[in-house]
């Protein structure tokens, strides 16, 4: 016997699950020996396939389990069928008649037709869920491109507005510094108009030729 799995169930684990379940269903057989066989083929408890059945795997095969339903119906009424025909002849020949014999062969073409519809179902929706999954990466990774866009956009904005904002303390700076010239050349202009009025108020002087200084207007 097979070792117990702890691993995650596959998509290929659990088609088998429903491949054989099903099979016994459409055979009358019980679940439990389905999740027997299942366990014995992949390595995992009954009890393990049962709760993977019931809670995962059945919804997504409603409509394949009433297909299977209606032919295990199918196959009890033809089976009592059989056993009136047979229990109501007078001779054992009546086993080899055509329409016997025609009927168990449409019974066992129609059942296998079925089951090779519900195998390719199975196996349709197993390619598509395969085919979502890869589409679902495919978006996964899109959006993981967008997220990495968008934080090196978003780093770029911040050096952007870092280097805004030192050339707006820059402008400041000098703009004081512009502001700070004006005003000590006002007041250098301002204190050069004093100076010249104040030469011009003082009065003047010049000797004249006995020697005396007399002013000058």
């Known amino acids: 016997m097979s070792a117990i799995r702890q691993d995650a169930w596959s998509d290929e684990d659990d088609l088998i699950l429903a491949e054989v379940t099903l099979r016994h269903i459409r055979e009358g057989s019980t679940q439990l020996s389905a999740f027997e ?4 083929r992949i390595g995992r408890t009954a009890a393990a396939c049962g709760f993977r059945w019931n809670s995962f795997v059945r919804k997504k095969y409603e409509a394949a389990i009433q297909i299977a339903k209606a032919q295990r119906q199918k196959r009890t009424q033809l089976k009592k069928h059989a056993a009136v025909s047979i229990s109501g002849s007078s001779s054992i020949g ?3 008649a055509p329409e016997l014999s025609t009927g168990k062969t449409e019974a066992f073409t129609e059942e296998t037709l079925s089951i090779d519809a519900v195998i390719r179902f199975l196996r349709q929706w197993r390619n598509t869920y395969q085919e ?3 589409h679902i990466k495919n978006l996964e ?3 993981q491109d967008k997220e990495d866009e968008l934080d090196r956009l ?4 911040n050096k952007l507005n870092k280097q805004v ?4 303390t820059d402008y400041r ?3 004081d510094d512009y502001k700070a010239l004006i005003q000590i050349m006002d007041r250098a202009r301002k204190m ?3 100076v010249e009025e104040e030469e011009e108020e003082k009065p003047r002087f010049k000797m004249d030729a006995n020697g005396n200084l007399e002013r000058v207007e």
């Open 132 to 134: 979502m999954n890869r």
């Open 37 to 40: 066989e299942v366990g014995e």
């Open 94 to 96: 009546l086993l080899d």
């Open 141 to 143: 990774k899109e959006l």
């Open 192 to 194: 050069a108009f004093l």
């Open 173 to 175: 700076v000098v703009n």
């Open 165 to 168: 904002n030192e050339v707006e």
């Open 154 to 157: 978003g780093r770029e904005n």
